[in-house]
C-alpha cells in the first residue's frame, strides 16, 4: 500500500510539473511582449514584431525618452518666455526676435533626433514593415505635433 501511494505522488508531481515546464515554454512569446511597454506592444501587434525585435525597440524608446523629454521643456521654456513677451509688450522687439530663432534651433534639434530615433526604429523591423513604420511616422517630423492618419495603417484595414 505504501509503494502504490508513493507511485501515486510521483506520478502526480511529474504531471504537474511537465504542465508547468509546458506551459512557460508556450507562454513565453506572450510574456515577453507583456514585459515591454504598451506602446511596444501596439508596435509589436502593428508591425508583426518577433519578441527580440520588440525588445530591442523597447531599449531605443528607453534611451530616446530622456533626450525627447528635454527637448520638450526647452520648447515649452521658450514657448513661456515668448508669451510673457507678447503680454508685456505692445510691438515686436528684438527679444522677440532672438526668442523665434531660438525656437527654430530647438525645432530643428528636435527634429533631427526624433528623425534618427524613427530609422532607429525602423532598423529593428522587417524591411516592409520599417517602410510602413516611417511612412506612418514622417508627418510628425514634417509638422510635429499635428494630428494625423494615414489610410491602410491599422492592423484591421
Not at 530663432?101 to 530615433?117: N, P, T, V, Y
Request: proline share 6%; charged share 25%; aromatic share 8%.
Amino acid at each position: 500500500m505504501k509503494r502504490a501511494l508513493v507511485i501515486v505522488m510521483a506520478t502526480l508531481f511529474l504531471g504537474v510539473a511537465a504542465y508547468f515546464i509546458c506551459f512557460r515554454i508556450e507562454t513565453r512569446p506572450m510574456r515577453q511582449v507583456a514585459s515591454v511597454p504598451k506602446e511596444i506592444a501596439w508596435l509589436s501587434t502593428e508591425f508583426k514584431l518577433n519578441p527580440e525585435q520588440s525588445q530591442r525597440i523597447a531599449r531605443l524608446h528607453a534611451e530616446y525618452e530622456p533626450r525627447c523629454m528635454a527637448m520638450c521643456r526647452k520648447i515649452a521654456d521658450n514657448n513661456a518666455r515668448f508669451d510673457r513677451l507678447i503680454t508685456e509688450r505692445r510691438e515686436f522687439a528684438p527679444e522677440m526676435e532672438a526668442l523665434l530663432r531660438d525656437s527654430a534651433e530647438i525645432q530643428i534639434e528636435c527634429r533631427k533626433e526624433m528623425l534618427a530615433h524613427i530609422y532607429a526604429v525602423a532598423a529593428q523591423m522587417p524591411p516592409d514593415q520599417g517602410a510602413r513604420y516611417i511612412t506612418l511616422l514622417k508627418n510628425q517630423v514634417i509638422q510635429p505635433g499635428v494630428p494625423f492618419a494615414i489610410a491602410g495603417t491599422h492592423a484591421h484595414d
